[in-house]
């Protein structure tokens, strides 16, 4: 069983840097993508980024282009997210998900099977 450990979140000054992480074990990491989601308080969840298992990032939400890289370890089996010139408006529960998918990454949330606990990044002055 795939198990996805979230870390890094916290409290940064808009225009300060973060990066996330995501630890998984359980499986053949090599052969999943992960995906990147957040969820701001009253909001629905929505897609930041994902990652092939090959660390392609095909994905990243229009607001965050330019400001956030995905990343990936495969010996290491970690996931980043490397998030800067952040802004009030990323604030919101990080959450990173995992599938079992080759040669491309999923933005749908709904298409993950493995969850991770979720990271609270708070963007404020």
């Known amino acids: 069983q795939v198990q996805l450990v979230a870390s890094g979140g916290g409290l940064v000054q808009p225009g300060g840097s973060l990066t996330l992480s995501c630890a998984a074990s359980?499986?053949?990491?090599?052969?999943?993508?992960f995906g990147w989601f957040r969820q701001a308080p009253g909001k629905g969840r929505e897609a930041v980024s994902c990652?092939?298992?090959?660390?392609?990032?095909?994905y990243y939400l229009d607001s965050v282009k330019g400001r956030f890289t995905a990343s990936r370890v495969n010996a290491g089996n970690t996931v980043y997210l490397q998030m800067n010139n952040l802004k009030p408006e990323d604030t919101g529960v990080y959450y990173c998900?995992?599938?079992?998918?080759?040669?491309?990454?999923?933005?749908?949330?709904?298409?993950?099977?493995?969850w991770g606990q979720g990271t609270q990044v708070t963007v404020s002055s």
């Open positions: 990652i092939t298992n090959s660390g392609r990032s095909p």
């Open positions: 998900a995992a599938r079992r998918v080759t040669g491309w990454c999923p933005s749908i949330g709904d298409y993950y099977d493995h």
């Open positions: 359980g499986g053949t990491l090599n052969d999943y993508a």
